[in-house]
């Protein structure tokens, strides 16, 4: 072979090697943006599901907060309920140890009997006091009927008008609630 046929032998294969690389860079291109458009879309979805979860999380915390205050009131409304039941209890202890007989009360016989029941009525006050349940002020007290209930006037020289100046019955507030408004007798 010549000089000149093995020169032209070699520029035909650097032709072929450049179009060779041309064709290989064309394809290559197309891939790349094709791949570059899926990461894109992918990142998209991504984001999107994201967002989801995101937003699932929140709607659960919210979910598990109203759970929560509702299972509070429904514990609340329990213990009120059953306080409610129960002052009535209460109510009789005291009249019990307003009642008892001063002869009775002196009577060695007796004591320990006027000691249980005195015993009985603290506990069962300090089992109450211990849920949160508090007396009414009422004797003296201007009349409030947030927490007071007038049954009945009288007329009353040392009191002013409106003036509770007995209590028929004792009321009762749980927390901040009023459970049992005091049932009073107020001055005119």
């Not at 690389?21 to 899926?38: C, F, I, K």
Request: hydrophobic share 35%; charged share 35%.
């Amino acid at each position: 072979m010549t000089r000149k046929a093995a020169h032209h032998e070699e520029e035909i294969h650097e032709t072929k090697t450049e179009e060779a690389a041309a064709s290989q860079e064309a394809p290559s291109e197309a891939p790349a943006t094709g791949l570059e458009a899926e990461l894109e879309a992918q990142k998209q979805q991504v984001e999107k599901l994201r967002e989801e979860v995101v937003r699932r999380a929140a709607e659960f915390e919210n979910f598990r907060k109203q759970k929560e205050r509702e299972a509070a009131m429904a514990a609340s409304r329990s213990l009120e309920n059953t306080v409610r039941e129960l002052l009535p209890l209460l109510d009789d202890l005291k009249r019990l140890m307003h009642h008892i007989p001063a002869e009775l009360q002196s009577m060695p016989e007796a004591k320990p009997f006027v000691e249980g029941v005195e015993l009985i009525r603290k506990n069962f006050t300090g089992w109450l006091e211990g849920k949160g349940v508090k007396e009414i002020e009422a004797k003296g007290q201007k009349l409030d009927v947030n927490f007071h209930e007038a049954i009945t006037q009288i007329d009353h020289p040392d009191a002013e008008s409106d003036t509770v100046v007995e209590e028929y019955q004792t009321g009762y507030t749980l927390g901040e609630r009023v459970i049992r408004h005091a049932k009073v007798i107020v001055a005119r």
